[in-house]
């Protein structure tokens, strides 16, 4: 179907278009260390709504690939698996819309859009894994040539998100800021995911693309 093969090419293309702007905010915000930072601070400040623009091409990427499976994948596995992929882009979206607040800012000072994204990332991330996980096993069982490459990125989306939330444990809440302390390596996992889920997104639509 022609719309299908417009969508997944969309949705490659917002995938490539929030891994270049994400490229891109690292040279345009070199005062932001990559190891110890979250993405999610190159909202704040000049060239925030780069960061704004990427979180929006990663929604983007997801609504369209959601379009473009919902009639590739008819067994239950991949139907929850494009259910969640919406819910992965509802989050995302969320994330464009409303930045996070410096990470001094103490809890009962966070503002809406502080607080609204860390709702993003309750909805987004716990749906980006379970998406790419289901849908990796529904398309695999097809045996796509992507197959392998869709399982590779899957344990680089899952291992990161635990490496990210082992050093979120060991630094707890409430704890003096230690510059020498595990939260200095946060940005890498951080990274690695959305990374990670990028290429998972094109791997997931080149097959529907050509």
């Not at 260390?33 to 190159?42: A, D, G, V």
């Not at 289901?134 to 990161?160: E, Q």
């Not at 595990?182 to 997104?201: D, I, K, Q, T």
């Amino acid at each position: 179907m022609t719309y299908v093969v417009t969508v997944a090419r969309a949705s490659v293309g917002a995938a490539v278009f929030a891994l270049v702007a994400l490229a891109a905010l690292h040279i345009l915000k070199p005062e932001i260390r990559p190891s110890s930072t979250m993405i999610s601070q190159y909202a704040l400040g000049r060239h925030g709504w780069l960061m704004s623009l990427c979180f929006a091409a990663f929604a983007a990427a997801s609504a369209c690939l959601f379009v473009a499976l919902l009639a590739d994948v008819p067994t239950l596995l991949g139907r929850v698996g494009v259910a969640f992929l919406l819910t992965s882009a509802v989050g995302l979206g969320m994330a464009a819309r409303f930045s996070m607040d410096p990470v001094s800012t103490p809890p009962e000072r966070m503002s809406f859009s502080g607080r609204m994204h860390g709702v993003s990332f309750l909805i987004g991330v716990p749906s980006q894994i379970l998406a790419v996980l289901l849908l990796s096993l529904a398309l695999g069982a097809r045996h796509l040539p992507t197959a392998a490459l869709l399982f590779g990125l899957t344990a680089a989306i899952w291992l990161s998100l635990a490496v990210m939330i082992t050093i979120m444990l060991m630094v707890g809440p409430g704890k003096e800021p230690n510059p020498d302390g595990p939260e200095r390596f946060l940005g890498v996992p951080n990274r690695l995911f959305m990374v990670s889920f990028a290429a998972w997104l094109i791997a997931a639509a080149w097959p529907l693309v050509r």
